[in-house]
């Protein structure tokens, strides 16, 4: 757009003083309504072409749905509302159904040659006639479906190697390629992908065309300037494309004409266009040339527009998770356990269609459409339309008629659902492929090729930004073009997680982590042979790199290798710090912390502030860790609070963060390279530090009251009283430690956010919930732990939240002791064993529905979640290694979430609705929600602050 001003700033003076006088004149004839312009320029200087589409659209919000303009000596026409594009693609068809003779575009069509852009006249009824029967006829939509499913499973694979490896995948580039690559084989029997000559050459050739054709050209808007085209060079650019293009095709032709080309060239465009001119059928005469304008269109036609509605969709899913989990559910639940989504599939996914629909209505990927032209005078709402007049219907404007939309500027798929709105050109409030007789013919291929593709990257992904990125940076900047693409490329973060491989390879699948075999656990039926028949044999653990260091070399419980120490350790866990009755005598931290909680939440509440349940849950169960297992409480924003949480933090980081030792054991030095050793090893020293200050502090007999009989106090006595096997020493204490500070406070937090979640979302359950706590507990004004065995209703509900979202998802890593056989299968030694308990909770074989929250499935029902015989709830493990604490933590989140329910009625905050809730998890070894659930608390009439 250089060109432009540059034009300007050389002869506007001179034509305003020649053209002044003669507008001056026609002033008082009445015009259509349409911004001011100024002599000979008309409005040409006022449009922003780096979004026309709004900018047209802002522009008819002040003087209407047709609005006139005059670009250069051209009057111009644009329309932005369903009503007005009603009246020029239904009821004035025949009079708006020619195009304009632009410079590139004529250029590049061989002067008309095409069907895109030729005037209307019986040879472009003609042309039309051979693309609706023999290219883009369903017959030969269903031809090419080989083709499209084959190209789509590619791409899914090369996205899974990028998934694998923990690569963004940029899906802008991505689509274009797929989407050139089917087009290509289609059309022309060959595909250009791949870093060759002749690939190269394609793109720069494509990529050219298409900004050639899409290029400002002062003729088209004065006549008699095209001196100033070759000038500016323009002229010369577009003749070099267009040779380019031409040698292009005619290789094309010439290799089809070849008798003994490629099977792939047989029955491809080419060949039925060749075809056709030998057999002389048509009243056309055709010729290469004509070939030529045709493919042209196919080319930038499918190409673009197919790849853009993709990609557009994908933005809307990223920043409506909710919207993208019901369309991944859809498909799901219909493919099961397929691997891919075929075309046959496609008729029974009715909300993918509408996300579709809604993604096109919003992003059109041609926005102004293709230009038409007036062939004679017109009317329309009292308005004289001429002959010559350039028209631009603005589907992207009336995709946004307020007239025609409720809401027009939100993504909400649901309205197509019990509608009958298409896109196929008859209902005119979306028309994002056109309509009447100008409609685009390839829409059949188009949106099949944006059915399947989508389909199964909702299928085989999840998906996720960047790391450090979050929704509200997702950009809708547009890269302006005759087909409009997202002008910053789309880049996620593809995860294909071991449930979707499961549904392919089986509930019991083989993995190869670098050198290191593993298996992957995925079904009820798996779970129990690993975690009860075979126990035995699966109970073992991997000595892993920042996991050993940290339980200094396995003295603890939860990571050492199964062995006699193992198992006088795992003794001293559940006599000594996890029995019954030590759970008991902890019950005053518990519920003194949760009364706490909840006064500041109903502080927070009076004064209508938003609750950051994320951030309240970990603090609150950190402190009641801390209590019960150190006698110190760390809350506040002291420096020992300060000090404490950065530790803790950085601790759950390095736990779980990727060593390259654990899967290449020679590699080690890489491991010292990236700094990954010194990060681990400071953690562990100020670790080492923290702990031993506080055994120090126990050791003093003037100890404060609250330091008498924690978890430190009962370690030292019985390393005092040496009634153990083991000769416990600091370091067995400290290890300890650990795993109850990691095991005992991420685990808790996040099994009650995770609840929360679903009962925001599920408001009559959180409703049926909330009427037994308040119906059992009246007006006492809280929930003590004698209470919980009288709320089934609730038990239920978290049962069900454990179900969807176990805090620790793959359960701790195991590791086979022996050889053994599983269904038929061998499982040898030193095998690192994932137990899937997250896909466990999804078996349909053990349960119905199993992607909906049910709290009553659990009602009726014996199952619960200790590991022993029910294998189809596996939250805390099973078998030896089952998790010892279980009873301390699920009395804890029994004991939060009841009162929470109690205390408070929840909302969520302005603007927001059920549909905005995200479910993105946030990976480490404990599964927190990734963006901090904040809710606004209602303090319940029942409920009174002390």
């Known amino acids: ?51 026309l589409q709004r900018y047209l659209w802002q522009l008819s919000k002040k003087y209407g749905p047709i609005m006139s303009l005059r670009l250069g000596f051209v009057p111009a026409l644009v329309i932005s509302s369903a009503k007005m594009a009603k009246e020029v693609l239904k009821t004035h068809d025949l009079v708006f159904c020619s195009r304009p003779a632009l410079f590139g575009q004529q250029k590049l069509s061989y002067n008309g040659l095409d069907v895109a852009l030729s005037p209307y006249n019986d040879y472009w009824r003609e042309m039309r006639k051979i693309c609706t029967l023999h ?42 390629t797929l989407t050139s690559t089917i087009i290509c084989r289609v059309a022309f029997g060959r595909r250009y992908d791949g870093e060759g000559h002749e690939s190269r050459r394609f793109h720069k050739l494509l990529h050219e065309c298409e900004a050639v054709m899409a290029s400002f050209y002062v003729s088209d808007y004065f006549p008699f300037m095209g001196w100033f085209d070759k000038l500016t060079g323009m002229c010369a650019r577009l003749e070099k494309n267009f040779e380019g293009m031409d040698l292009f095709y005619q290789e094309l032709i010439d290799e089809h004409l070849n008798p003994n080309r490629p099977e792939s060239m047989k029955g491809d465009f080419i060949d039925i266009l060749l075809q056709l001119e030998k057999d002389g059928l048509s009243s056309i005469h055709l010729t290469s040339n004509h070939i030529k304008a045709l493919l042209m269109n196919i080319l930038l036609g499918g190409t673009d527009t197919s790849a853009s509605a993709v990609v557009w969709t994908m933005m809307e899913l990223v920043k409506h998770p909710a919207v993208m989990k019901k369309a991944q559910e859809e498909v799901r639940k219909l493919i099961g356990n397929r691997g891919k989504v075929d075309e046959d599939d496609l008729q029974n996914l009715p909300y993918l269609k509408a996300v579709i629909k809604e993604g096109l209505r919003l992003h059109p990927p041609a926005p102004l459409l293709v230009p038409r032209e007036t062939i004679d005078r017109c009317v329309i709402e009292g308005y004289e339309i001429k002959p010559k007049t350039l028209v631009y219907v603005n589907a992207w404007a009336v995709g946004r008629d307020p007239e025609s939309w409720e809401n027009p500027e939100e993504y909400v798929p649901e309205r197509f659902l019990d509608s009958s709105i298409d896109f196929k050109g008859q209902d005119f409030q979306l028309i994002p492929f056109g309509a009447g007789r100008r409609g685009c013919p390839g829409v059949l291929i188009g949106i099949t ?307 929360m979640v ?33 709320l089934p209703y609730l038990k239920a509900v978290i049962m069900e939240g454990l179900r969807l979202h176990p805090p620790v998802p793959l359960l701790i890593p195991r590791e086979t002791i022996d050889r053994c056989v599983i269904e038929g299968y061998e499982i040898k030694p030193k095998t690192l064993v994932y137990v899937n308990a997250w896909a466990v909770g999804r078996d349909p074989e053990s349960w119905e529905n199993p992607e909906e929250y049910v709290p009553e499935r659990f009602l009726d029902k014996s199952i619960d979640y200790k590991g022993q015989a029910d294998f189809q709830l596996i939250p805390f493990g099973g078998g030896r290694r089952g998790c010892p604490g279980m009873l301390m933590g699920t009395t804890t989140v029994e004991l939060v979430l009841s009162n929470l329910l109690y205390s408070f009625d929840w909302e969520l905050p302005d603007g927001m609705k059920i549909e905005d809730i995200d479910s993105a998890p946030m990976p480490g070894l404990v599964v927190h929600k990734k963006n901090a659930l904040c809710l606004l608390a209602k303090v319940h009439k029942c409920h009174e602050v002390e």
């Not at 020649?18 to 320029?41: A, D, E, Q, T, Y």
């Not at 308040?774 to 009288?790: H, M, S, Y």
Request: net charge neutral; proline share 5%.
């Open 758 to 790: 679903e009962l925001v979302k599920h408001p009559i359950v959180m409703k049926k919930a909330q009427e037994e706590v308040r119906k059992l507990i009246g007006n006492r004004g809280k929930v003590d732990e004698d209470d919980l065995q009288n």
């Open 1 to 51: 757009m250089v060109i432009l001003p540059l034009f300007f700033l050389l002869l506007l003076p001179v034509f305003l003083l020649f053209f002044v006088p003669k507008w001056r004149k026609s002033k008082g004839i009445r015009h259509l309504p349409g911004p001011p312009g100024l002599p000979f320029v008309g409005n040409l200087h006022q449009l922003d072409n780096s979004d």
């Open 449 to 755: 090729t944006v059915e399947l593709v989508l389909s199964n990257l909702l299928y085989s992904f999840d998906w996720e930004l960047p790391d450090g990125m979050k929704i509200e940076d997702i950009d809708e900047a547009p890269m302006p073009g005759i087909t409009v693409h997202k002008k910053n490329a789309l880049c996620l973060l593809a995860r294909r997680y071991l449930w979707q491989l499961s549904k392919k390879y089986g509930p019991i699948m083989s993995l190869r982590l670098g050198f290191v075999p593993a298996l992957v656990i995925s079904s009820a039926k798996m779970a129990k042979e690993v975690l009860k028949t075979h126990d035995l044999a699966f109970c073992s653990r991997p000595a892993l790199f920042g996991q050993q260091k940290l339980s200094y070399n396995g003295l603890d419980v939860a990571l050492s290798p199964y062995n006699d120490y193992w198992r006088e350790m795992r003794k001293i866990c559940t006599l000594h710090l996890f029995s019954s009755r030590r759970v008991q005598s902890a019950r005053p931290i518990r519920e003194d912390e949760v009364s706490q909680m909840i006064k500041n939440i109903s502080q927070l509440a009076s004064s209508s502030k938003l609750t950051d349940l994320s951030e309240t849950l970990v603090i609150l169960t950190c402190t009641i860790v801390c209590r019960v297992a150190f006698g110190k409480r760390y809350d506040g924003e002291g420096h020992e609070s300060r000090r404490f949480y950065k530790l803790f933090h950085e601790c759950q980081a390095v736990m779980a963060s990727f060593y390259v030792s654990d899967h290449f054991p020679l590699m080690g030095w890489f491991d010292k390279l990236t700094g990954m050793c010194a990060r681990l090893e400071r953690n562990f020293k100020d670790m080492d530090l923290f702990y031993e200050e506080l055994i120090d502090e126990h050791r003093n007999p003037d100890r404060p009251e609250s330091m008498q009989d924690d978890f430190i106090d009962i370690l030292l006595q019985l390393e005092k009283d040496g009634l153990s096997s083991i000769h416990l020493t600091s370091n067995h204490i400290k290890a300890l430690l650990m795993n109850i500070l990691l095991g005992g406070t991420d685990t808790s937090a996040s099994t009650v956010v995770w609840t």
């Open 135 to 176: 290219l883009f006829s369903s017959r030969r939509v269903q031809s090419a479906r080989p083709i499209r499913e084959d190209e789509v499973s590619q791409m899914i694979q090369n996205i899974s190697q990028l998934a694998n490896s923990g690569r963004l995948t940029n899906l802008s580039e991505t689509l274009m």
